[in-house]
T-cell receptor, first 115, second 109 residues
Framework: AAGVIQSPRHLIKEKRETATLKCYPIPRHDTVYWYQQGPGQDPQFLISFYEKMQSDKGSIPDRFSAQQFSDYHSELNMSSLELGDSALYFCASSLWPRGQNTEAFFGQGTRLTVV | ELKVEQNPLFLSMQEGKNYTIYCNYSTTSDRLYWYRQDPGKSLESLFV?????AVKQEGRLMASLDTKARLSTLHITAAVHDLSATYFC?????????FGAGTRLTVKP
């Protein structure tokens, strides 16, 4: 079965550069969540989208932005990268949680290293 | 603001033993998730609990939810080495899932 696809899997950037992470949800899933996970930390919620509209916002820095496109894929744009942005970035997708359609599946993550 | 607390944060078990991981959360929610994560890997969905009193079991793992106490438990029965991983609970609230700090489980022979 198709899973959540994230690209790239690994990314190395220099400070002050920009990065774009992509997430392709499971087919028919209309909701996408982005998380940042530092080493030994729990996943921190960044932002979520439902039907191409932002549905909630967490601890996402102003230097980051994201959007969901008409095909439901999502992109996380990160500018003016800092060393502290080095982390695993996960995307998850689900159907909009209603009734029993609620399980959220995670992609394999993008490991971003800022040097 | 929703707070999700797990305990213990670290758990070292011997094979064959039983133990329980606890997840408390601070506001009402109608769904709770348990995930497993191996080092450097993604999060694997284990259980979704939707209602008060819900209990789900898969192999040696059993999860339950008490929405009145805002508490979920993940019970491990007769632990085996391949259960070693980090286990996260996550609570759905206002269009996102908020994670606990995780319980790093090590099962020793």
């Amino acid at each position: 079965a198709a899973g959540v696809i994230q690209s790239p899997r690994h990314l190395i950037k220099e400070k002050r550069e920009t990065a774009t992470l992509k997430c392709y949800p499971i087919p028919r899933h209309d909701t996408v969540y982005w998380y940042q996970q530092g080493p030994g930390q729990d996943p921190q919620f960044l932002i979520s989208f439902y039907e191409k509209m932002q549905s909630d916002k967490g601890s996402i820095p102003d230097r980051f932005s994201a959007q969901q496109f008409s095909d439901y894929h999502s992109e996380l744009n990160m500018s003016s990268l800092e060393l502290g942005d080095s982390a695993l970035y996960f995307c998850a997708s689900s159907l909009w949680p209603r009734g029993q359609n609620t399980e959220a599946f995670f992609g394999q993550g993008t490991r971003l290293t800022v040097v | 603001e929703l707070k999700v607390e797990q305990n213990p944060l670290f758990l070292s078990m011997q094979e064959g033993k039983n133990y329980t991981i606890y997840c408390n959360y601070s506001t009402t929610s109608d769904r709770l998730y348990w995930y497993r994560q191996d080092p450097g890997k993604s999060l694997e969905s284990l259980f979704v609990l939707l209602s008060n009193g819900a209990v789900k079991q898969e192999g040696r793992l059993m999860a339950s939810l008490d929405t009145k106490a805002r508490l979920s438990t993940l019970h491990i029965t007769a632990a085996v080495h391949d259960l070693s991983a980090t286990y996260f609970c996550a609570v759905y609230n206002n269009n996102d899932m908020r994670f606990g700090a995780g319980t790093r489980l090590t099962v020793k022979p």
